[in-house]
Structure formats: structure tokens, C-alpha cells
């Protein structure tokens, strides 16, 4: 079997989609899934438990879900704020199908699906939500975040979930000494089980 990552833009192993039963937004439902890709059999720990967190997104505006995988972020994002846009970004091809075929099974038309060079440069985002890619290294994760977080609108808040032993702690340091402390306020603002979940706001 071919080594490979959930972060590779295209996965070596076979394509076999199969079928899933989760909840998204209160509701189970049936998604598709397939290996080489991010927790293909489940609702990660930490990605639930950024959901609960779900209250605070916006209504509207442009929303995004950084690492989407096979969507579950994506998919609560836009049924809770359905008059949004949700951007579902991930380098990883087959993620992006299986999000939207996702959309498509859930009826949900406010999702766009792209990778992070195909998202319009003049786009920032009201929310942005991710369970980041921790395991890509620290020079692409950092790289990926200073990408981002600026890209944040005025009053815009980031949800970021890390777990504690993967360095959660430490990555709040590092952005609170690289984002300009006149533009962003950083916090943890849960630990829940062995995750931090840790806000980015940009001032108005």
C-alpha cells in the first residue's frame, strides 16, 4: 500500500467511497467518506468538539472551513448559517469531491469547494473554522496560518481546535507573538477532554 497523508493533494490508495452515519446540526445523516483522507470513519474528538462552538458563527457573509476533509465542518456551518457562504478549502482532492457530493446529499447550496489557490484573494471571511493539519509540521502549519488569519474581516473570529499534546499551547503563544496585537486578540477560550479550542478576533 502506498505511504500517504490526508494532507497529500492526491492520495495513493483506491478510491471507495462508503457511506456513514453521523450527526450534523442535530440531524443524523448519511455522507460519504473513503480512506486518504482526514477521520474517514467518524466525526473526529476534536472536530465535535469545535462544534459545539457552533452558536457563534455568523449568520452570513463569507464563512471558511480550513481543511475540510470529507466536510463535517463545512456541512454544520452551512446548515446553521444558511444564509452564508461557506468556502470548504483543502489541497486534498478527494476531500473536496466527497464535500461536495456531502453538499449535494444534504441539499446544501451555500458551499463552495476549492483549493487554497483558487480562493479569490479580495474574499475575507466573517468566521474562519479549522481543526488544522498539525501533523503537516510547524513551518507549513505557521505558513498556512499567517496565510489566513489576516484574511480574517473586520470583527472576525477564527475557531482553531488543537489537542493539548500536539502542541496547543504553544501554537497560542506563537500567534499571539506573530499576529500584530493591534489587529487580533488571541485566547483559549475551552478545553474540552485533551483539546484546546483557541479564538482569533480581529479588531473592528
Not at 16 to 45: M, W, Y
Not at 166 to 195: C, M, Q, Y
Request: proline share 7%.
Amino acid at each position: 500500500m502506498p505511504t500517504e497523508h490526508y494532507f497529500s493533494e492526491t492520495p495513493g490508495s483506491q478510491y471507495k467511497p462508503k457511506e456513514i452515519i453521523v450527526e450534523i446540526e442535530g440531524q443524523e445523516v448519511s455522507v460519504l467518506t473513503a480512506g486518504g483522507i482526514f477521520s474517514p470513519d467518524r466525526i473526529d474528538q476534536g472536530t465535535a468538539v469545535l462544534l459545539t462552538h457552533l452558536d457563534s458563527a455568523p449568520p452570513a457573509g463569507n464563512l471558511l472551513d480550513l481543511g475540510c476533509g470529507w466536510g463535517p465542518i463545512a456541512l454544520s456551518l452551512a446548515k446553521h448559517s444558511p444564509k452564508s457562504t461557506v468556502w470548504a478549502v483543502d489541497v486534498n482532492e478527494r476531500s473536496l469531491e466527497l464535500t461536495k457530493k456531502n453538499a449535494e446529499r444534504l441539499g446544501l447550496t451555500n458551499i463552495i469547494t476549492a483549493k487554497p489557490e483558487d480562493v479569490p484573494e479580495d474574499v475575507s471571511f466573517q468566521g474562519i473554522w479549522s481543526n488544522p493539519p498539525i501533523r503537516v509540521g510547524k513551518a507549513v502549519l505557521h505558513e498556512m496560518l499567517l496565510h489566513w488569519m489576516p484574511r480574517l474581516a473586520p470583527r472576525g473570529e477564527s475557531y482553531l481546535v488543537v489537542q493539548k499534546n500536539l502542541g496547543a499551547d504553544s501554537l497560542l503563544r506563537w500567534l499571539d507573538a506573530e499576529l500584530p496585537r493591534t489587529e487580533f486578540v488571541i485566547r483559549r477560550i475551552d478545553t474540552s477532554k485533551t483539546f484546546r479550542v483557541i479564538l482569533v478576533k480581529r479588531a473592528a
